[in-house]
Protein backbone atom coordinates (compact mmCIF):
# COMPACT_ATOMS: atom_id res chain seq x y z
CA UNK A 1 0.00 0.00 0.00
CA UNK A 2 1.07 3.45 -1.03
CA UNK A 3 1.00 6.22 1.43
CA UNK A 4 3.35 8.85 0.07
CA UNK A 5 4.02 9.56 -3.45
CA UNK A 6 7.53 11.57 -4.19
CA UNK A 7 8.19 13.54 -7.50
CA UNK A 8 10.79 15.40 -9.10
CA UNK A 9 13.07 12.88 -9.91
CA UNK A 10 14.88 13.27 -12.92
CA UNK A 11 18.12 13.56 -14.95
CA UNK A 12 20.91 16.51 -14.07
CA UNK A 13 24.47 17.68 -14.35
CA UNK A 14 26.59 18.03 -11.95
CA UNK A 15 26.47 20.60 -10.14
CA UNK A 16 22.78 21.31 -11.12
CA UNK A 17 19.28 21.13 -8.74
CA UNK A 18 16.48 19.56 -8.74
CA UNK A 19 13.38 19.80 -5.91
CA UNK A 20 11.96 16.96 -4.82
CA UNK A 21 8.25 16.81 -3.66
CA UNK A 22 6.00 14.11 -1.53
CA UNK A 23 2.45 14.35 -1.05
CA UNK A 24 0.34 11.52 1.44
CA UNK A 25 -2.20 9.76 -0.12
CA UNK A 26 -4.05 8.65 2.59
CA UNK A 27 -3.17 10.61 6.00
CA UNK A 28 -1.49 13.80 7.04
CA UNK A 29 1.31 14.05 8.26
CA UNK A 30 1.56 18.05 9.05
CA UNK A 31 2.82 16.97 12.77
CA UNK A 32 4.63 14.29 12.10
CA UNK A 33 8.02 13.11 11.53
CA UNK A 34 9.56 13.53 7.71
CA UNK A 35 12.37 12.12 6.58
CA UNK A 36 14.24 11.75 3.11
CA UNK A 37 16.13 8.61 2.55
CA UNK A 38 18.46 7.55 -0.59
CA UNK A 39 18.97 3.68 -1.89
CA UNK A 40 21.78 2.69 -4.13
CA UNK A 41 21.78 -1.11 -5.56
CA UNK A 42 24.54 -3.11 -3.12
CA UNK A 43 24.67 0.50 -0.55
CA UNK A 44 21.28 -0.21 1.27
CA UNK A 45 19.04 2.66 2.21
CA UNK A 46 20.70 5.68 3.58
CA UNK A 47 19.40 8.82 6.12
CA UNK A 48 19.39 11.89 3.82
CA UNK A 49 17.06 14.98 5.82
CA UNK A 50 14.99 14.68 8.93
CA UNK A 51 12.18 17.40 9.96
CA UNK A 52 9.82 17.74 12.94
CA UNK A 53 6.67 19.02 12.46
CA UNK A 54 8.16 22.96 14.06
CA UNK A 55 10.49 22.70 11.33
CA UNK A 56 13.87 21.51 12.85
CA UNK A 57 16.12 19.67 10.66
CA UNK A 58 19.23 17.65 10.58
CA UNK A 59 21.31 16.46 7.63
CA UNK A 60 23.73 13.70 6.41
CA UNK A 61 27.07 15.09 6.73
CA UNK A 62 27.19 14.13 2.83
CA UNK A 63 24.52 16.52 1.77
CA UNK A 64 24.95 18.90 4.74
CA UNK A 65 24.74 22.45 3.21
CA UNK A 66 23.51 21.24 -0.17
CA UNK A 67 20.56 19.71 0.43
CA UNK A 68 17.28 21.45 2.30
CA UNK A 69 14.53 19.77 3.60
CA UNK A 70 10.95 21.98 3.90
CA UNK A 71 7.26 21.16 4.63
CA UNK A 72 4.01 22.76 3.75
CA UNK A 73 1.84 22.29 6.28
CA UNK A 74 -1.18 23.16 4.79
CA UNK A 75 -0.35 21.14 1.69
CA UNK A 76 0.69 18.66 3.75
CA UNK A 77 3.81 18.44 0.99
CA UNK A 78 7.17 17.72 2.32
CA UNK A 79 10.19 18.95 -0.04
CA UNK A 80 14.01 18.42 -0.81
CA UNK A 81 15.93 21.53 -2.19
CA UNK A 82 18.90 19.57 -3.75
CA UNK A 83 21.47 21.86 -4.99
CA UNK A 84 25.17 21.43 -5.99
CA UNK A 85 24.41 17.62 -6.82
CA UNK A 86 26.78 15.23 -7.65
CA UNK A 87 26.59 12.18 -9.09
CA UNK A 88 27.40 10.92 -5.72
CA UNK A 89 24.18 11.46 -5.33
CA UNK A 90 22.33 9.49 -7.81
CA UNK A 91 19.94 7.21 -6.32
CA UNK A 92 16.26 6.60 -5.45
CA UNK A 93 14.90 8.76 -3.03
CA UNK A 94 11.94 7.88 -0.65
CA UNK A 95 9.78 9.84 1.60
CA UNK A 96 8.92 8.41 4.78
CA UNK A 97 7.27 9.65 8.16
CA UNK A 98 6.75 8.35 11.64
CA UNK A 99 3.25 8.07 13.06
CA UNK A 100 3.95 11.11 15.64
CA UNK A 101 6.81 14.01 15.48
CA UNK A 102 10.15 13.61 15.91
CA UNK A 103 12.04 11.53 19.07
CA UNK A 104 15.54 11.33 20.22
CA UNK A 105 16.42 8.38 17.49
CA UNK A 106 14.81 10.31 15.11
CA UNK A 107 17.22 12.50 14.89
CA UNK A 108 19.60 9.69 13.93
CA UNK A 109 17.77 8.89 10.68
CA UNK A 110 17.42 5.32 11.43
CA UNK A 111 15.43 3.43 9.19
CA UNK A 112 13.04 1.25 11.80
CA UNK A 113 12.15 5.10 13.26
CA UNK A 114 9.65 5.54 10.47
CA UNK A 115 6.28 3.89 9.75
CA UNK A 116 5.19 5.05 6.14
CA UNK A 117 7.12 5.35 2.49
CA UNK A 118 6.79 6.04 -0.72
CA UNK A 119 8.08 4.15 -3.89
CA UNK A 120 10.59 6.44 -4.95
CA UNK A 121 11.92 8.56 -7.42
CA UNK A 122 14.56 8.51 -9.68
CA UNK A 123 17.73 10.73 -9.18
CA UNK A 124 20.36 10.45 -11.90
CA UNK A 125 23.01 13.22 -11.99
CA UNK A 126 26.03 12.70 -14.32
CA UNK A 127 29.20 13.82 -14.13
Known amino acids: QVHLVESGGGSVQAGGSLRLSCEPTGYTYKKYCAAWFRHVPGKGREGVAVIDSGGRTRYADSVNGRFTISRDNAKSTLYLEMNSLKPEDTAMYYC?????????????????????WGQGTQVTVSS
Open 96 to 116: ATDTNDCYSGSWSLRLEDFYY
